[in-house]
């Protein structure tokens, strides 16, 4: 004031009122100068300033208020400018991140996020900023640990109290714990329990994707379908637990065989594939590459697995289906590869096959026969024949029952053909039954003549194994009032190998009510005299295969000698099968075999035209 200027004293002055309310007063004072300009007085003014000073009072209490929200919860809260350059994070932020405001305003943040996220979350932000549009976008942001979190950041448009675009603001939440959950339903949901693998699911996915890159790029992929050979049978013997150390141990050795961007899977039981990407665009070179990778996975397969001391020996049957542009369907690939496996199988397991065109027309031909196979018991398509069987020279002492298939196009399609069919579709439980009622019958028909001639009848694994199979016998048995000791049930040496136990048993209670059994085909498959030993057989049949060549080829003379020595040691009938010549029934006989049956003394003929023959 004496320097003459005019001065604010205090905002802060409150009054009371006459009627007693407080009035906040702002108060200034001016000096009053004479002529020469020297201070004689001041003026003091006093302004009523109550309600800009609540005004005021108000927006601190809001933005007090707004700041502790901002600050209380989990959210980290931050807003941005225009550009997009931050200009506040809240409490949680700074804390979450361990950085100082300072360090990361701007676009200083940045620093803090995963290297491999900021193409995304630039590209969700500028697709937002412009149209002024909301966002949401995961990214891993590091925390004050050192350790990145995945946080979700949602944001939306910031305006001002005008409406005007002026930046954005956003919260972020930790969403680490969810993530880790999301992985781990979707692990479980692709992925079998047992090995880790791929399932079919995600296995199918990667397929279709493959598909995809071949159509594009014009280079091949392959498909290896592998079945475990002799799987069935560890698990038998040893129990499931062994069953999955072994399943495990293959997966593992899968795995490792192959380069990152294949893909191995585990379809159920004991069935793997494995998916070849990015394989030669020549289809040869392409073959080459996937035969040699099969291969491979068929050399580690073979390799034993060590438990406990034991050693388990497995081997693979592969199938393979290359992948090139003319290929649409992805269930035809599975398809066609599995079949290709099945060749690997039929042609001895241990092997590798492939998928040929060739394939595809017999895979229409099965298709088609399938369709009418389903149809053909319901229109009485199926005739019985049998072949009768020799004892010695030429008496006559029974006959087998084969079943001929008369189809309405084809003709009479050979057993051979449709019986694995009949099996595989499960047909050949009505249809074994229809025979087994039939042969039943022929036999009934011979007592009622008095000729005790004996019928068998070729059985199946599947028919075998279905659970109610011995109460249909009893039932047929009974029935037809056939004498059981007159029925023969021909089994292979395949129905043996899957459950053995049980099928001794089934045996066993078959062979009590008076019922012979005959093994099929001995000598081809796995029969070994300890086990031939606990079963109540009566026959073995010399297979057709090694009969063919005796006397001339000395490793089968030898071996059917064999044959006949063990069913001699273990008290059997023997019959040899398919005898076509004079000079292998000679050898049979001299070589001790009983029985004979083949085109020499009978071709098989329809039952009927048999039973009027037998009756003379
Ligand atoms: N080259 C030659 N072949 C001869 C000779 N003698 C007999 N055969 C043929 O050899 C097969 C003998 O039957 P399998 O080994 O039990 O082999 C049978 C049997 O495993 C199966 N099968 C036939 N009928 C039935 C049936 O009712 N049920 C089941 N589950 N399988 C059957 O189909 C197979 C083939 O039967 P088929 O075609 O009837 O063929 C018959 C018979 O016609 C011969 O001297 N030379």
């Not at 590869?337 to 690997?344: F, K, L, T």
């Not at 053909?376 to 024949?385: H, I, K, P």
């Not at 199946?460 to 049930?489: C, K």
């Not at 000679?586 to 075999?593: I, T």
Request: charged content about 25%; some cysteine; glycine content about 8%.
């Amino acid at each position: 004031m004496r320097e003459g200027r005019t001065v604010g004293l205090s905002n802060h002055v409150v009054l009371i009122t006459a009627d007693g309310q407080r009035r906040h007063v702002a108060d200034s004072a001016a000096p009053i100068r004479d002529a020469r300009g020297d201070v004689q007085g001041a003026v003091l003014v006093f302004r009523d300033v109550t309600e800009a000073y609540l005004m005021r009072k108000a927006l601190a209490d809001s933005e007090q208020h707004f700041r502790s929200l901002a600050n209380a919860g989990l959210a980290l809260i931050w807003t941005a400018d225009a550009r997009g350059d931050r200009d506040y994070f809240n409490e949680p932020w700074l804390a979450f991140t361990g950085q100082p405001f300072e360090a990361q305003r701007g676009d200083g943040w940045l620093q803090g996020m995963h290297p491999e996220d900021r193409l995304a979350w630039r590209a969700a932000f500028e697709a937002a900023a412009r149209v002024q549009g909301d966002y949401r976008v995961e990214y891993r942001l590091r925390h004050a640990d050192g350790d990145y979190r995945w946080v979700l950041e949602q944001a939306r448009p910031r305006r001002d109290s005008d409406g005007l675009f002026i930046g954005y603001v956003g919260h972020c939440l930790d969403v680490t714990h969810e993530k880790a959950a999301d992985a781990e339903i979707e692990r479980l949901a692709y992925h079998d329990a047992l090995t880790g693998l791929p399932n079919r699911v995600l296995f199918r996915d990667r397929l279709e994707q493959a598909l995809a890159h071949v159509h594009r790029s014009g280079r091949h992929g392959a498909v290896l379908f592998l079945d475990l050979d002799q799987f069935k049978r560890i698990n038998d013997v040893y129990g499931h637990s062994l069953g999955d150390v072994v399943l495990v141990e293959m997966a593992q050795r899968l795995r490792g065989l192959l380069r990152e961007g294949d893909t191995v899977a585990r379809l159920g039981g004991d069935e793997f594939v494995v998916l070849l990407g990015d394989l030669a665009g020549e289809a040869e070179t392409a073959a080459a590459q996937a035969m040699n990778v099969a291969e491979k996975v068929r050399a580690s397969i073979e390799q034993p697995v060590w438990h406990e001391g034991l050693s388990l020996m497995l081997a693979t049957s592969i199938g393979v289906r290359l992948l090139s542009r003319d290929v649409e369907d992805i269930d035809d690939v599975m398809r066609t590869a599995d079949m290709a496996m099945y060749r690997a199988k039929a042609e001895g397991r241990n092997r590798v096959a492939f998928f040929e065109a060739a394939m595809q027309a017999s895979l229409l031909h099965r298709y088609e026969l399938e369709q009418d196979l389903r149809a053909a018991l319901r229109l009485g398509q199926f005739e019985l024949w049998v072949q009768a069987q020799f004892e010695g020279g030429a008496k006559m002492n029974g006959a087998e029952a084969l079943v001929r298939w008369r189809h309405p196009v084809r003709g009479l399609v050979s057993p051979a053909e449709f019986i694995p069919i009949a099996e595989e579709t499960g047909l050949i439980v009505p249809l074994g039954a229809w025979v087994l009622r039939s042969a039943c019958e022929a036999i009934r028909a011979l007592q009622g003549a008095g000729r005790s001639l004996r019928i068998s009848v070729n059985v199946s694994a599947r028919q075998f194994l279905e659970h109610d199979f011995i109460a249909q016998v009893r039932e047929i048995l009974e029935q037809s009032g056939a004498d059981p000791s007159r029925l023969t049930l021909e089994l292979t040496e395949s129905v043996l190998i899957d459950s053995f136990d049980v099928v001794a048993g089934r045996m066993r209670e078959l062979h009590a009510l008076g019922i012979r059994f005959s093994l099929d085909d001995f000598g081809t498959g796995y029969s070994s005299l300890a086990y031939l030993k606990r079963l109540p057989l009566s026959e073995l049949k010399i297979d057709r295969s090694f009969v063919r060549d005796v006397p001339a080829d000395p490793e089968d003379a030898a071996l059917v000698e064999g044959i006949i020595a063990v069913a001699h040691l273990l008290h059997l009938d023997v019959v040899a099968e398919g005898v076509e010549t004079p000079e292998q029934q000679q050898f049979l006989r001299a070589a001790g075999c009983g029985s004979f049956q083949g085109f020499l003394l009978h071709r098989p003929q329809p039952i009927d035209d048999w039973l009027k023959d037998v009756f003379g």
